[in-house]
């Protein structure tokens, strides 16, 4: 069993940046994919940024070019840079990693607790 535990969240005014961390409590280094999502009450789980085993990385249209994803040396560790924040990136962001398949969010088997991100104009 894996835990995820991500920090780094906090509230920012619009044009501020966050750096998110995720730390993985066992060996996660070999999984396919691991990535953010984020979440809005009542909704489901949207797809922020991932990262695969072949260090492909897919980002949601919303955050190309200020959203960076990345990974420790050991890649147990897993960062999202958040640049240029707006408003609309208020969210509870969340920490995933699937063993194999696919990098949906319907394909991870493990999910960190959440940090939230708040963005005021």
């Known amino acids: 069993q894996v835990q995820l535990l991500e920090s780094g969240g906090g509230s920012v005014q619009a044009g501020g940046s966050l750096r998110l961390s995720c730390a993985a409590s066992?060996?996660?280094?070999?999984?396919?994919?691991v990535g953010w999502f984020r979440q809005a009450a009542g909704k489901e789980h949207e797809e922020v940024a991932t990262?695969?085993?072949?260090?492909?990385?897919r980002y949601a249209e919303s955050v190309k070019g200020r959203f960076t994803i990345s990974q420790g040396n050991t890649k147990n560790t897993i960062f999202l840079q958040m640049n240029s924040l707006e408003p609309e990136d208020s969210d509870m962001y969340y920490c995933?990693?699937?063993?194999?398949?696919?990098?949906?969010?319907?394909?991870?088997?493990?999910w960190g607790n959440g940090t939230l991100v708040t963005v005021s104009s």
């Open positions: 066992g060996d996660i280094s070999n999984y396919y994919c």
């Open positions: 990262v695969d085993s072949d260090g492909n990385t």
């Open positions: 995933a990693a699937a063993y194999s398949g696919s990098c949906s969010p319907s394909g991870m088997d493990y």
